[in-house]
């Protein structure tokens, strides 16, 4: 098994799909940009390391809210 099939089963679920794979980042990367978007609304003079942090936390959450509620990620687990 490679390398990058490995972390593909890690982070995405054993039996996770090109497909499934890809609606996860999707759904990560919209969810930073609309967390970013809420912040610099509520916060307009944030600095670049909270925005930084702001991103990647709710590129984390998103991703993981995504991921975990698809089927692929419990196939191999139950």
């Given amino acids: 098994m490679s390398l990058s099939s490995r972390a ?3 982070l995405f679920g054993p039996t996770a ?3 499934g794979r890809g609606s996860t980042l999707a759904a990560a990367l919209m969810g930073a940009i ?14 670049a390391f909270a925005a930084v ?14 991921s975990n509620a698809q089927g692929q990620a419990w196939r191999g687990v139950c």
């Fill in 8 to 10: 593909s089963a890690v």
């Fill in 17 to 19: 799909t090109r497909t």
């Fill in 34 to 47: 609309l967390a970013l978007a809420l912040t610099f609304t509520a916060e307009p003079s944030l600095d």
């Fill in 53 to 66: 942090v702001t991103a990647l936390v709710a590129f984390d959450l998103f991703g993981g809210l995504w």
